[in-house]
């Protein structure tokens, strides 16, 4: 069964800092392209940041680029969000999910398994 667990979401302040992770099981993770997605209430999902397999190619949403950073560790299972300069814009519920045989898709249509999600709020 596989299972994709975020944790890292909380409440910060504008200028602050998170990090995000993503731990999978169930599944050979090497095989699987990551990615990191988010919606906010009333919006359409988005892809944020998306890493390859082998972690050499990402992807990065305009709006993030510059602030955040995605990597993974093929050793631990685990896909890792790291946000900076954050603002109230970048308040969602953020997502990780996994594209089979995929490379930093940012189309959440090529991603078979997603994670319960993580709330990360960024006050004003």
């Known amino acids: 069964q596989v299972q994709l667990v975020e944790s890292g979401g909380a409440l910060v302040q504008a200028g602050g800092s998170l990090r995000l992770s993503c731990a999978a099981s169930g599944l050979t993770f090497t095989s699987y392209a990551m990615g990191w997605f988010r919606q906010a209430p009333g919006k359409e999902r988005e892809c944020v940041a998306a890493?390859?397999?082998?972690?050499?190619?990402?992807y990065y949403a305009d709006s993030v680029k510059g602030r955040f950073t995605i990597s993974r560790d093929n050793a631990k299972n685990t896909v890792y969000l790291q946000m900076n300069s954050l603002t109230p814009e970048d308040t969602a519920v953020y997502y990780c999910?996994?594209?089979?045989?995929?490379?930093?898709?940012?189309?959440?249509?090529?991603?078979?398994?997603w994670g319960q999600g993580t709330q990360v709020t960024v006050s004003s």
């Open positions: 890493v390859s397999r082998s972690g050499v190619n990402t």
């Open positions: 999910a996994a594209d089979y045989i995929g490379s930093s898709s940012w189309s959440g249509d090529d991603y078979e398994y």
